[in-house]
């Protein structure tokens, strides 16, 4: 059983900088890999940012140099830290949990507003 509880979306200054968090329950975290996606009123979802269960990174293009995606095991959690937004970054923010053992797992959050504007 796993269950994700996204925190740390609110709104934000144009140029300004917000966190957010992923904590998960369960007991497979660590051979999980996390991702956060994003989707914008009338858009799809999109990938924002992915971290392995070996701690490889990889990034949307609109997001490279500006976005950290990173875990903490110990809390079985998952962080996007997020700097000079934009307002174009306005989107609900969602994190996702894969793993793959006995059977294929896929879990995701139920969302964090990110309001980017001045």
């Known amino acids: 059983q796993v269950q994700l509880v996204e925190s740390g979306g609110g709104l934000v200054q144009p140029g300004g900088s917000l966190r957010l968090s992923c904590a998960t329950s369960g007991d497979i975290f660590n051979i999980a890999a996390m991702g956060w996606y994003r989707q914008a009123p009338g858009e799809q979802r999109e990938l924002v940012a992915v971290i392995t269960s070996s701690r490889n990174t990889r990034y949307a293009d609109f997001v490279k140099g500006r976005f950290t995606i990173s875990r903490d095991n110990a809390k079985k959690t998952v962080y996007l830290q997020m700097n000079s937004l934009k307002p174009e970054d306005t989107a609900v923010y969602y994190c996702?949990?894969?793993?793959?053992?006995?059977?294929?797992?896929?879990?995701w959050g139920q969302g964090t507003l990110v309001t980017v504007s001045s």
């Open positions: 996702n949990f894969k793993a793959h053992y006995n059977t294929y797992l896929e879990v």
